[in-house]
């Protein structure tokens, strides 16, 4: 909804309940804006609330409060989001920023647990991260489609080809018939004309002719009818020997072993079983997600309130890493007992790997399932293809006793029509004329060219339709070929969109951190970046060639040599900023500032001062919005230009 007490060059975040915090609104503008403060000063709270006005899931409710909200007001536009804590667990709801926020989570809110900055310091397959937002199911769906397509079109071209060419036989085809009409007409007109002269030196009365010439045509039309007949008779028992033909090929697919029922039956129960577990270790995966982050998120916010083990008394001269003392401790925020935070860090080291764990377990549970309802679908194909072809041998079954009963009448009709043809002919001898031999041989072979003329006058009509039926078709194959084409860059855009994503996020990498690095000046430190290489992993039962990226450091030595090192020695300076640009590359690669105009980040601390300056400035070129949560000392380091925020109120 449109917003008139904010104008479109600043953003207003209005907080209740979330984190730490009772209620709070920060009006942020363009360009960067400095959270500074201690810790346990709302900063990360702050954050994650704006990241639930963004449309993140990953804010927490406060702990004594039922409901929480968050108002975003940017370019002019009102977005509320609210959480609500239930039985199973806190219910975001409301009208955020982007309703979908997983490519945000990764790239752009890059608080201290964000995965692309962890998946860097805990050497994860960066690809994966960086992969993550790229639906690859729909693109491999979308592949199969247009393979398919593709496909389709070169079978129907080819089959046009194929009308081609049988265009042009056809075509010669009919000049032979034409050419044997004419033969077969001029044979007629002499046959005809022969006959003619006979009759002429008959000396017969004129009904005895009329008499000789309708005994004739009665006997020619008897014939064409018996030939007729004869025609259809020779069409059934082709009928009979095709249908039969096709009968006993598919009656020999189903001699082959093939029993799929009772598979299928213990396919369904398998997979069943494995989507029940990988239901059980969503669950588990997201529990003891929640569980982590909201204990690293607690540990971090306890940082100034350490007690001293010997009075309970707070330690005003602790420093900000206070927290990280080996021998600190605190109360337990579950238990209420009083335990040294190494020991919390151990359990959420433990609980960390026993997700990790978890993921292994589920991806396998999940690649399972892929496999078996793969197989699953061929059986039940398979099991489709038997019942149409059980099913076919049926209809041929009762089209072949439908032909021979046709073949039994037809039989019975050419007996009857033969003794037909041989009384007419008896009749037309026993008429008494002069030359009655020869005349009665004339007028036979007149009947037999004259059923000739017709026959070849039917096959030229019958030419004539199929070429141009053909032509025809083949009008449409300019268009075919150009939809194939079509069809073809768009599967070939398909096919290279995953490799060119990875290209664009290795690259972006590659020369973002070369910058960095340039700007940073780390004493020894040359060079870091990814190297894209194929791997061949397992999946399920088959290997598959797989994109991995590995991250590669160069060092230079005091002599001035330069050498390979492992990602392992980098410090964490360099960890946390090879992590940040790693995110950063993500963000460009996936184009997240045209959906999210916000960058934030938080947990610097590991950088120096100087070098958080900077990296600051590189990131705030990138973001209309950049937010950065700073201890004091580290914020003094940044330019005065930028906006601060001393207190979350």
């Known amino acids: 909804m449109p917003s008139n007490a904010v104008s479109e060059s600043r953003a207003r975040v209005e907080v209740r309940d979330i984190g730490g915090i009772d209620e709070a609104s920060v009006s942020i503008p363009s360009g960067v804006s400095v959270l500074t403060g201690r810790n346990a000063t709302n900063r990360t709270s702050f954050l994650q609330a704006l990241m639930a006005g963004l449309g993140s899931e990953r804010a927490t409710l406060k702990g004594d409060a039922t409901t929480g909200s968050v108002t975003l007001t940017v370019d002019g536009e009102t977005y509320e989001r609210t959480l609500t804590r239930t039985e199973d667990g ?11 926020s997983e490519v945000a989570d990764l790239f752009a809110f890059l608080l201290e647990n964000n995965e692309a900055r962890r998946a860097v310091a805990r050497g994860d397959d960066l690809r994966d991260v960086i992969m993550r937002p790229i639906d690859t199911e729909r693109i491999e769906a979308e592949i199969e489609a247009c393979t398919r397509k593709r496909d389709d079109l070169e079978a129907r071209i080819e089959e046009l080809d194929g009308l081609e060419r049988e265009l042009s036989e056809l075509e010669a085809n009919r000049e032979e018939t034409r050419s044997a009409l004419a033969d077969a007409r001029e044979e007629l007109e002499a046959k005809e004309a022969e006959l003619d002269a006979l009759d002429s030196g008959v000396e017969e009365s004129r009904a005895r002719k009329r008499e000789l010439e309708k005994a004739f045509d009665r006997v020619r039309d008897a014939r064409s009818e018996l030939e007729d007949l004869e025609y259809d008779l020779e069409t059934e028992r082709s009928t009979i020997d095709r249908l039969t033909s ?14 799929p029922d009772g598979e299928i039956d213990t396919l369904d129960g398998r997979i069943e079983e494995l989507r029940e577990r990988k239901r059980s270790l969503d669950e588990t995966v997201d529990e003891l997600g929640s569980v982590v982050s909201f204990n690293r998120e607690m540990l971090g916010e306890e940082g100034p309130d350490l007690v001293d083990a010997s009075d309970g008394t707070l330690d005003d001269a602790a420093e900000p890493t206070a927290e990280l003392v080996a021998d600190a401790e605190t109360t337990c925020w579950t238990c209420g007992s ?10 959420l080291d433990r609980l960390q790997k026993l997700r ?5 377990e589920r991806k396998e549970v999940r690649s399972e399932i892929d496999d078996l309802t793969d197989r699953l679908s061929s059986l039940r194909e398979r099991r489709s293809e038997r019942e149409q072809t059980e099913r076919r041998i049926r209809e041929i079954g009762t089209e072949v006793e439908k032909a021979r009963g046709r073949v039994s009448a037809l039989e ?24 009655h031999e020869e005349t009665l041989e004339l007028h036979r072979e007149v009947g037999d060219v004259e059923r000739r003329v017709e026959r070849l006058e039917s096959e030229i009509a019958s030419i004539d339709d199929e070429i141009a039926d053909r032509e ?9 070929v150009a939809e194939r084409d079509a069809v073809a860059d768009e599967l070939a855009d398909l096919r290279t969109r995953v490799d060119r994503i990875e290209r664009e996020a290795v690259d972006e990498f590659n020369d973002r951190m070369s910058t960095v690095l340039d700007i940073l000046a780390y004493e020894n430190l040359d060079r870091i970046w990814i190297e894209r290489r194929e791997v061949e992993v397992r999946e399920g039962r088959q290997k598959v060639a797989r994109t991995r990226f590995d991250l590669n450091v160069v060092r230079s030595a005091t002599d001035g040599s330069v050498y390979e090192d492992a990602v392992d020695h980098l410090s964490e300076s360099e960890r946390e900023v090879t992590g940040l640009v790693f995110a950063l590359a993500g963000y460009l690669a996936h184009d997240v500032d045209e959906t999210v105009p916000f960058v934030l980040l938080d947990s610097l601390e590991a950088i120096d001062s100087d070098r958080i300056a900077r990296v600051v400035d590189y990131f705030g070129d990138h973001a209309k919005y950049l937010v950065a949560a700073l201890l004091p000392e580290d914020a003094e380091a940044l330019d005065d230009g930028y906006a601060y925020v001393d207190e979350i109120s």
Request: proline share 3%; aromatic share 2%.
């Open 90 to 100: 806190v219910v975001f709801d409301g009208d955020p920023y982007r309703s979908d």
């Open 472 to 480: 025809a078709a083949l009008g449409e194959r300019e268009d075919l």
């Open 246 to 259: 096709e009968r006993e090929e598919l009656e020999s697919t189903l001699e082959r072993p093939d029993d």
């Open 412 to 435: 019975e009709r050419i007996a009857d029509q033969e003794a037909t043809v041989e009384e007419r002919e008896a009749a037309v001898e026993a008429i008494d004329v002069a030359d």
């Open 338 to 347: 009083t335990v040294e935070i190494d020991q919390i860090e151990d359990t």
């Open 356 to 360: 990790s764990g978890k993921l292994e």
